[in-house]
Each structure stands twice: as structure tokens, then as C-alpha cells.
């Protein structure tokens, strides 16, 4: 298994999941090293590629803008590896507000390719509910409920 951080090139081999949702500029739970443990070891026959825009040396005092190169390089890889993903989770923490994860729902719903987690009590569970069972996206409780879907789905 591979484990791809921003901004380093997305095209590689293999089953592309790409990790979407709660980082609140890196005050939230790692949630994606939960699943990068839970793949690490499950599939020696078959390449996966997590794509994990989580990155240790994020700098929370760039300007977020257009102008600014680590900011935009930082959106255009996510943006690129979302593209390129076979599979994007979305994790919802209801501790968090979330707002780029819930502009992101709105760019992939016609995919195909996604699996959302919303907690309970996520000030927007309603929004995220309609909008995943109006677009047919497979919604879970927990994000072990999800993995394990995701995993069935790999096989």
C-alpha cells in the first residue's frame, strides 16, 4: 500500500481512495491515519493508493488564496487527486463545521464514488442526509461501518 501526500504526483497504479473531510487546518482527529492502519496489511495482491491531503508541514498562516503557491498547490492536488480517486470517503466530524469537506460533497455527489460518514449532531447532518440519499450515495454512522463497506467493495 502507498500512502500519497500533497503535492507529491498522483499518478500511480492501483486502487485510488482518496480521504476527504474533517481536517480543520489540522485541529481535528486523525481519522485518516485510522484508515491508513486498517488498509495497511489487507492487501498484499492488489495496489492501493490512499490519497491523504492531511500534511504534517501545513502552514495555517498562508494566506488562502490564489496568489499564494503553497495554498494553491495545496487545492490543486486535492482537487486533482479527487478527479483520479476510484473511491472518496467522507468524514463528517460532528465537532467540526467542515466547510471545504461540504463545497467538495457538493463537486463529487455525481460521482459515484463516494461513502459518507456524518456523525450525529453535525450541524449540517440534514443537508449531508438529503443530499446522499437524493444522489444515491451510501451513507454509514460510524467511519468503522464505512471502512469495512469500502473494503467489501474493493473485493
Known sequence: MKVIYPTNPIDVQGIKIFLAGTIDMGNS???????????QDLYKEREIVILNPRRDNWDSSWIQSIENKQFNDQVNWELDALEKSDFIIMFF??????PISLLELGLFADSGKMLVCCEEGFWRKGNIDIVCKRKG??????????????KIKIN
Open 93 to 98: 466530524d460532528k465537532n467540526s463545521k467542515s
Open 29 to 39: 482527529t486523525d481519522w485518516q491515519q485510522k484508515i491508513i492502519d486498517d488498509f
Open 137 to 150: 450515495i451510501p451513507t454509514f454512522k460510524t467511519l468503522d461501518d464505512l471502512i469495512k463497506a469500502l
